[in-house]
């Protein structure tokens, strides 16, 4: 046995899967890798209409997508379609940018002529977390797909029908078969894929020991890798910021995903002249959320994925209450056995408290004070991740300062931190690296080769 779906709201079991036989793992290997040379040289407007039709097929199909992220992994349903509908936004902005973005480039040389073309590199192979089961996967096979790569994914083993239900897209939309395959394989098998001669490229989003492991085997063969991992985000508000709008923001910041998701707003970071003024209006605003049935499109606070995740932060939670964290709000479940714990603040701590160390992966919001921006700053950045970052002030002179200095990949000013298909997406320190979405992302996976006229 190897795959179960279990829904975390009602704790019942959907679906179960065996793993590939050794037979069947071996044929879609190769099926990728024979797919790869022809589909390297389909013309892109081909490409193009087929990624163009998973766009029509996804927003013609979001409810039912919408209710396999619910079921399997418990996200708010109204948040489970907004997650759809990015995913058609993001195939569609990689069908027509794609000819703008692989077009050759010329450049100025010793040579007569010189220019940069950006070509395929093969099978790229991604490994895939549950916490956005379809938006993690789109915003890696979208670019590739129509780079001209071949993609072969493992996803989360409590998502397996999201998986099978985003291959069934590509095949529905006109894509040939190989081009795009699930496979549901165990962790052994993983490196198997890594050694593969045909895969070229792996992409990673997890957490920091399986990143490590999949970099640390794919060094060893000279295999490109990007891996986006966890984060510790701070969102610093500033006494001349827009408190209203700072505390309405920072309940999607950080509860959007049930509190799952690595740029979550996972440390709050308040100039003290406005600290008790901007707690006071947070936790009102904690305590008037909606906790319950993820089905229903007014609930803002469902369970966690998984029981381990859940008893995993109750753990946190009772070392955050040793360390001399108080609990303003929250700190239980909904009920004694489900697997929602109700939104959470924590004050109290100190400012070296090891969470600042740790990723808190659920509804669970630590709030400190800092008197100067140089405080801020390094309260920020005093945290072993880099994934991004909110910084809330009146001031463009302020902001314009600060952002240089936070360490990570994304600073967003007056507002929450989200991906986008047009803006590059990534960390620094323990948060990973490489870049997904944008330009920049699609060509993480191409072979960037220069050409030269003598």
Known sequence: ?????????????????????????????????????????????????????????????????????????????????????????VSRYYAEKAAEFLAPVKMESTAQESYIRFDPLGIIFAVMPWNFPYWQVFRYIAPNFMAGNTGLLKHASNVPLCAIAMEQIFLDAGAPEGIFQNLLINYDQVSQVIKHPGVRGITLTGSNYAGYKVAELAGTMGKKTVLELGGSDPYVIFADADLENAAETGIMARFQNNGQSCIAAKRFIVQEEVFDSFLALFREKVEALKVGDPMDPETVIGPVARKDLLLELENQLRHIVVQGGKILTGGRRHSPKSLILKPTIITDLPIDARINQDELFGPIIPVFSFKTEEEAVQMANNTPFGLAASVWTGSRERADRIAPRIESGTVAINGMVKSEPNLPFGGVKASGFGRELSEIGMHEFLNVKTVSYF
């Open 1 to 89: 046995m190897a795959y179960r779906t279990f829904n975390p709201y009602t704790c019942k079991e959907e679906a179960r899967f065996n793993f590939i036989s050794k037979t069947e793992f071996n044929e879609k290997l190769k099926l990728a890798e024979s797919s790869f040379h022809h589909w390297k040289d389909t013309a892109l407007e081909e490409r193009s209409s087929i990624l163009l039709k998973v766009a029509e097929l996804l927003e013609k199909e979001e409810e039912k997508h919408a209710k396999l992220i619910t079921t399997e992994m418990g996200k708010p349903i109204s948040q489970s379609r907004m997650e759809v509908s990015k995913c058609a936004w």
